[in-house]
């Protein structure tokens, strides 16, 4: 399940602490001109107007994909028709404002043994003082728990890794149950685990800190799926397979990883390798730890093709072979 980008989940009672969260997120991400319609109106050439206009498509469903996950299941009622974020917001707005500006005047009657049955009545004044303080610190254990999720996703997302290394030594389970929300300079949304983030901007991260983040990591963390339905194994190989040694610290924590697809996806992951201009080494070490018997004959074939087209001979013979 995706995590929500911001701290309140949306209800029919919060809707100023959200909608301040909410705007907060949306102006970090660059993504409040599409709710404030600030749109750059200088003259353009047609080009440019076709660019503006992809652009801005793009930021919309980015937008509207943050508010639709943050809103709860009575909430998202509401805007679950909208196709804009612009409209969802306004709709919310619209809707949850009201009902905070006219509070219900209607009084309850009843008398308290009438309303609540089954409710006992003490006469104890230190026990509502135990039952308030327990609530306390139910709201601070909350409370804690929200601060240190956002100060492991500060660190990780202004990739000040060596403190991030330190503070996940010392919250172990932020590795498979904190979601980083980003967006790639393809101008992707992205929703995963540090590993997702890491391997995803490996170009300001390290190998060095990818393989501890790994050893942090619990093997069954290894597997989880960000909002694409992909691991960060599957990233990897698709993104830059020439880091061979990171699948290989990967794999050696976890095998199950060279069995599991992406969920819009079922292509083999040694093909996947095959298919990247810089995945020789990796197909080759994908292919060493594939059964034969795992790839379909389609699958066997596009292998072979893509061998010859990347002059890549060693796994195109040896796949000729099998079939003699």
């Not at 399940?1 to 301040?20: E, F, G, P, Q």
């Not at 600030?38 to 930021?59: M, N, S, V």
């Not at 969920?263 to 292919?287: I, N």
Request: glycine letters at 4%.
């Amino acid at each position: 399940m995706t995590t929500a980008v911001v701290r309140s989940i949306l209800n029919h009672k919060n809707y100023d602490v959200w909608s301040s969260q909410i705007k907060t997120y949306l102006l970090a991400e660059e993504l409040w001109d599409i709710i404030d319609e600030r749109i750059d109106e200088r003259p353009k050439t047609e080009d440019e107007e076709k660019a503006q206009g992809k652009a801005l498509k793009k930021k919309d469903a980015k937008a509207l994909y943050a508010i639709q996950n943050s809103c709860g299941d009575d909430t998202y009622e509401l805007i679950k028709d909208e196709t804009t974020a612009k409209g969802a917001w306004d709709t919310l707005s619209e809707e949850l404002k009201k009902r905070d500006e006219n509070p219900s005047d209607e009084k309850d009657e009843r008398s308290v043994s009438e309303a609540y049955p089954t409710l006992t009545l003490i006469d104890d004044d230190t026990k509502p003082e135990v039952s308030m303080e327990a609530g306390r610190t139910e709201e601070h254990d909350e409370s804690n728990t929200n601060d240190i999720h956002e100060t492991f996703v500060q660190y990780v997302k202004s990739n000040d890794w060596d403190n991030a290394i330190k503070f996940l030594r010392q919250h172990r389970q932020l590795a498979g149950n904190a979601r980083i929300p980003f967006v790639l300079q393809r101008d992707h949304f992205r929703d995963g685990t540090v590993l997702h983030y890491a391997i995803l901007n490996i170009m300001s991260c390290s190998v060095r800190i990818i393989q501890q983040l790994v050893d942090l990591m619990a093997s069954e963390d290894l597997e989880i799926q960000d909002c694409f339905g992909c691991t960060a194994f599957y990233h990897l190989i698709n993104c830059y397979p020439e880091r061979v040694e990171v699948a290989e610290c990967m794999v050696k924590k976890n095998h199950n990883l060279l069995t599991i697809l992406p969920t819009r996806s079922k292509k083999a992951l040694v093909l996947v390798a095959q298919g990247r201009p810089k995945g020789e080494s990796m197909a080759r070490y994908l292919y060493s730890l594939t059964p034969p018997e795992r790839l379909r004959v389609d699958e066997a074939a596009r292998l072979i093709y893509l061998g010859f087209y990347y002059n890549r001979l060693g796994i195109t013979f040896s796949r000729l072979i099998c079939f003699f």
